[in-house]
């Protein structure tokens, strides 16, 4: 479980641009100038705002997004913690543990990220949310590791395939290829 936070922490975080929970930062975008890949993420020249990633949730939309998670409810027990962990003001999630990410990655992302991300990009996400949710069943079959495993490394690859040649065209305010 301790895995699924780390991983609940870094998609969750860089899903909604979280400070200090999000793995795109300025750094980021400077290796990617460096590596010479995804052009329309690099830092511009005297700028100091990131060009928006389509990865990633608008602002005025994670305000939606933390409403609709501070209302949340779950029987006690089960997850009901999620809900006081949310910051409406600050737009922030604090003091996640091991078992509210769990319910958060499997059960609430998949739900909350359909209408604010292209589906390109929710796609592999949800995948990545259905392959923990069959790790973390109650028996696991060999045959059914073999299967994950085969999936693991398919959601792997379409995610770096489709950050590597999903564009944002402005103009429309639609994800091209």
Not at 18 to 46: N, Q, S
Request: charged share 25%; with cysteine.
């Amino acid at each position: 479980m301790h895995i699924e936070k780390n991983v609940c922490d870094s998609v969750v975080g860089t899903v909604l641009n979280l400070e200090g929970k999000t793995k795109d930062g300025p750094k980021a975008r400077v290796d990617l100038k460096k590596m010479g890949i995804r052009k329309h993420l690099w830092l511009k020249e005297g700028k100091k705002k990131m060009p928006w990633a389509p990865y990633t949730v608008k602002p005025d939309q994670k305000t939606q997004i933390f409403r609709w998670m501070s209302c949340v409810t779950y029987p006690s027990g089960v997850a009901g913690n999620i809900a006081r962990c949310v910051n409406l003001r600050e737009n922030k999630i604090y003091g996640l543990k091991s078992h509210d990410c769990h319910i958060l990655l499997q059960r609430l992302f998949p739900v909350f990220i359909r209408p604010f991300l292209h589906r390109q990009v929710v796609e592999p996400l949800v995948a990545l949310s259905r392959f923990f949710m069959k790790l973390c069943t109650r028996e696991v079959r060999k045959s059914d590791l073999r299967e994950m495993q085969a999936d693991i490394i398919y959601i792997m690859s379409i995610v770096a395939y489709r950050s590597s040649t999903l564009h944002l065209d402005v103009s429309h305010g639609k994800a091209t290829w």
